[in-house]
Structures are given as structure tokens and as C-alpha cells.
């Protein structure tokens, strides 16, 4: 699935491998990550980050859509493969100005596919630092093999309408510093993956990873 999305971004703006450095491939935690960076021309930096371990019984795979050219919200989208489960969260974080597109359109497919399981039932998601970036065009489902078509065509339908969306021309250095603010909030106060570097690499050696493969901030 991360390989479709990656050629819908392609196809409308061009993308440029980048650099990661030594980041191409390492171990944390028993897992295998693999990671891939681009330009892509007119939009701004996309990532990819692929996960394996527990003998093949876990795949994570985690792409980031981080504007710098257009004023559209940042884009991340993780899906992980479990023990017989398959988890789809895809968030928007609001990193935009003043100006902000319209986001009816994502409202629109978040109803279309609401008969999907949720990952959480109301009112049962935890809270998190983020939830007030956090916009509520966010989507997260969590079902077994028997979602997963449903699921990938959700992710293609989604990631096709963001890339769809009008939004103006943005300050490239004003836009990263508000990227900026949301990875500095990962890497000081905590997620998922963010976490499980920490304790391996710890924080410097994480902030590398975060900033300068996946959001593209340094």
C-alpha cells in the first residue's frame, strides 16, 4: 500500500529521492526499519518508514507527508500488520496559517467509510499531547485481513482527496518551523515510535531520525 501512495504523490508532484544517510536501515527494539525520503516537486518533503520483526509477525509501515511549498496540513499515515489485525491510522496535523483550505471533502470520505471498525470506541481514545494539532479530519481503524481491501481503498481514496485539495503557496521557512514545533513535541514528550528510539538511541540520535528523515526539518 505504501508503494501506491508514494505513485499518487508522483504522479501530481514529481518525486526526487533524497539522502538518509546512515538511517537506510537499522535495528531497534528486535524490529528492522528501512527508510526512504523525497522532494517532491511543488508539495514538500515525503517519507517512508518500514518496520518488520517479531519473525515476520508484525509490519509497520509509516509515510509522512510534510508540506513546505503548499499550506496543507501534515499528513501521517501509519499502517501496522499484527497477530491477525490490521490497524489504519492516517492524521492531519495543523501546521498551516491563516488561510487554511477547505477540508470538506475529507469529512465527506471520513462519512463515506464510518461503517469501518473503529479503532476506538467513543469517548475511549486516550489522550495525547498532540490533540490540539491534532485535527479532527483524523481517521483510525482497526479490523482483521478481511478489512484490508476495504482499508486500502480508504487510505487510497483519502491520500487522493488530500492531494486534491486548494491550498495557496506558503513560505517554505515558516513552514518548516511550525513542522518543526510538532516533531520537537515528539521527540520531548512522546509517541509510539518515537519512544522505542529514545530508549535505544537515545534522544539526540532520535531527533536525527525524526527531523531528518521523516519530517525533513534539519
Same mark, same amino acid.
Given at each position: 500500500?505504501?508503494?501506491?501512495?508514494?505513485?499518487?504523490?508522483?504522479?501530481?508532484?514529481?518525486?526526487?529521492?533524497?539522502?538518509?544517510?546512515?538511517?537506510?536501515?537499522?535495528?531497534?527494539?528486535?524490529?528492522?526499519?528501512?527508510?526512504?525520503?523525497?522532494?517532491? #516537486?511543488?508539495?514538500?518533503?515525503?517519507?517512508?518508514?518500514?518496520?518488520?520483526?517479531?519473525?515476520?509477525?508484525?509490519?509497520?509501515?509509516?509515510?509522512?507527508?510534510?508540506?513546505?511549498?503548499?499550506?496543507?496540513?501534515?499528513?501521517?499515515?501509519?499502517?501496522?500488520?499484527?497477530?491477525?489485525?490490521? +490497524?489504519?491510522?492516517?492524521?492531519?496535523?495543523? +501546521?498551516?496559517?491563516?488561510?487554511?483550505?477547505?477540508?470538506?471533502?475529507?469529512?465527506?470520505?471520513?462519512?463515506?467509510?464510518?461503517?469501518?471498525? #473503529?479503532?476506538?470506541?467513543?469517548?475511549? #481514545?486516550?489522550?495525547?499531547?498532540?490533540?490540539?494539532?491534532?485535527?479532527?479530519?483524523?481517521?483510525?481503524?482497526?479490523?482483521?485481513?478481511?478489512?484490508?481491501?476495504?482499508?486500502?481503498?480508504?487510505?487510497?481514496?483519502?491520500?487522493?482527496?488530500?492531494?486534491?485539495?486548494?491550498?495557496?503557496?506558503?513560505?517554505?521557512?515558516?513552514?518548516?518551523?511550525?513542522?518543526?514545533?510538532?516533531?520537537?513535541?515528539?521527540?520531548?514528550?512522546?509517541?509510539?515510535?518515537?519512544?522505542?528510539?529514545?530508549?535505544?538511541?537515545?534522544? #539526540?540520535?532520535?531527533?536525527?531520525?525524526?527531523?531528518?528523515?521523516?519530517?525533513?526539518?534539519?
Amino acid at each position: 500500500m505504501t508503494d501506491k501512495i508514494l505513485e499518487l504523490i508522483d504522479k501530481k508532484y514529481a518525486l526526487v529521492p533524497k539522502s538518509v544517510g546512515d538511517f537506510k536501515t537499522f535495528r531497534a527494539k528486535g524490529m528492522t526499519f528501512v527508510c526512504e525520503a523525497f522532494y517532491a #516537486e511543488g508539495l514538500g518533503h515525503v517519507s517512508v518508514m518500514r518496520a518488520k520483526g517479531f519473525f515476520g509477525l508484525m509490519k509497520m509501515d509509516t509515510l509522512v507527508i510534510a508540506p513546505t511549498q503548499k499550506d496543507l496540513p501534515l499528513l501521517s499515515y501509519d499502517r501496522i500488520y499484527a497477530m491477525g489485525n490490521d +490497524t489504519l491510522i492516517i492524521e492531519l496535523y495543523d +501546521t498551516m496559517g491563516e488561510n487554511k483550505p477547505e477540508l470538506t471533502s475529507m469529512d465527506a470520505l471520513k462519512a463515506k467509510y464510518a461503517h469501518l471498525p #473503529e479503532r476506538f470506541a467513543e469517548g475511549e #481514545e486516550p489522550a495525547h499531547w498532540y490533540d490540539g494539532i491534532r485535527l479532527p479530519q483524523t481517521t483510525s481503524k482497526k479490523g482483521k485481513k478481511g478489512n484490508t481491501a476495504d482499508f486500502d481503498a480508504y487510505t487510497l481514496d483519502y491520500v487522493s482527496a488530500y492531494l486534491a485539495l486548494d491550498a495557496d503557496a506558503c513560505d517554505k521557512d515558516l513552514k518548516i518551523a511550525r513542522t518543526e514545533i510538532y516533531a520537537t513535541g515528539l521527540i520531548t514528550q512522546g509517541g509510539p515510535a518515537t519512544d522505542v528510539f529514545k530508549q535505544e538511541f537515545g534522544e #539526540e540520535k532520535t531527533g536525527e531520525i525524526i527531523r531528518g528523515v521523516l519530517f525533513g526539518t534539519k
